[in-house]
């Protein structure tokens, strides 16, 4: 039913029925200035499993909500998690939004900031700005695939964090590479321990005031099917001393290795001088073609020229709109969200294998039949 006529309430009131509950933590991050409002939001919530089902859409629902309400600019890219913490239906979703639009509306403090740091071992690349006392960071493999992180590496990096000094963590999967497939726990130890340089450079790092802009870019020109959720693009750009970095967000389900590296490039020539390019993870893109993925990564269809002309366009938005901002950071709970949970997602899987094999055992013999009745008719009428 959800996937001919789009209707997300049957598959939904099962997923609820097999659900656990759990409490959802949201980073809220926010910068003010004197025109505007800038929020980086990330809920402890992964957007699955696909289409309009679950959370699928909750980056751009939640952008969205944080917009009409404030104003500004508003981002929601992906946390440390996986499809386990997956939102049993959107009624959960609206729960998520409702609390962080209630939590979100406090008051921008902190005037100082770090540079954007980037430290790299040759397989992990994590990204770092501290703001007062609150370290924002960003992890990826790129060029090799980047997905979905457990939270345990978010647990240890935290602690690492609050070893050095401060206060508050907010961790980010940049999930801006796929490329075939990576040892997972190799992965883990190089970005945990990339983490630990970034943090250590961080905290020692000269502070000073910095600029904010913000811009979101809407390409009517690319679709779902293409492998772009409604959010579109947003870059916020912040401005530290004489350097100018870049934080690309793009409303889609990861993107081709080496995209992520010609985009950074663009942005040089804008005089940016470091930054990282994030994707949402959104499911909303799932599920919506035939191929071996269900989905278009970004940049597997989209013309890369097209593409990070748009991400220019909203870089030149940002830059535009840069002035001097106030930090702003707090973690909030939402109790009693249903997610899928890490045991019934084995089940579904399980499930689904299941049915799988008995639609090939059923509909593959129906076919051949049907297929058979179709040449003697042809060969007789």
Not at 66 to 93: I, M, N, Y
Not at 258 to 263: D, G, H, N, Q, V
Not at 302 to 325: C, D, Q, T
């Amino acid at each position: 039913m959800n996937w001919v006529a789009d209707l997300n309430a049957p598959i939904e009131s099962f997923l609820e029925r097999l659900s656990e509950q759990y409490n959802v933590e949201v980073s809220i991050i926010r910068f003010d200035s004197s025109k505007s409002k800038v929020f980086i939001v990330v809920p402890s919530v992964h957007p699955g499993p696909f289409k309009n089902v679950g959370s699928s859409l909750l980056p751009f629902m939640l952008k969205k909500a944080l917009e009409q309400k404030f104003g500004g600019v508003a981002c929601v890219p992906l946390g440390l998690l996986g499809h386990e913490l997956d939102a049993a239906s959107q009624s959960q979703v609206q729960k998520i939004i409702a609390g962080t639009l209630q939590s979100a509306d406090f008051t921008a403090k902190e005037v100082k900031a770090t540079p954007f740091i980037k430290a790299s071992n040759g397989l992990a690349t994590v990204c770092c700005q501290v703001f007062g006392k609150t370290a924002l960071i960003s992890f990826s493999l790129a060029p090799k695939t980047t997905e979905d992180f457990p939270q345990e590496l978010g647990d240890a990096v935290r602690k690492e964090a609050v070893k050095l000094g401060l206060e508050s963590c907010v961790t980010i999967n940049a999930h801006n590479s796929i490329n075939g497939i990576v040892d997972m726990q190799t992965a883990l130890d190089a970005l945990k321990n990339a983490a630990v340089n970034c943090l250590k450079e961080g905290v020692s790092a000269r502070v000073t005031s910095f600029k904010v802009g913000a811009a979101t870019v809407l390409p009517k020109e690319f679709s779902v099917e293409d492998g772009m959720g409604s959010g579109g693009i947003t870059v916020l750009a912040v401005e530290t001393g004489s350097q100018k970095a870049a934080y690309v967000i793009v409303d889609g389900n990861n993107m081709v290795s080496s995209l992520r590296e010609k985009i950074l490039d663009a942005l040089k020539l804008l005089g940016f001088v470091d930054g990282e390019v994030f994707t949402t993870d959104t499911h909303a893109v799932n599920a919506v073609i035939f191929n071996e993925r269900g989905y278009h990564p970004v940049g597997e269809v989209i013309n890369h020229e097209k593409l990070i002309g748009y991400i220019v366009e909203a870089a030149k938005g940002a830059l535009a709109s840069m002035e001097p901002a106030k930090f702003g950071y707090r973690s909030i709970l939402i109790s009693g969200v249903k997610v899928i949970g890490r045991k019934p997602l084995e089940k579904l899987c399980m499930l689904t294998d299941n049915v799988i094999q008995a639609a090939r055992r059923i509909i593959f013999p129906l076919f051949g039949a049907a297929f058979l009745v179709l040449m003697l008719i042809s060969l007789y009428v």
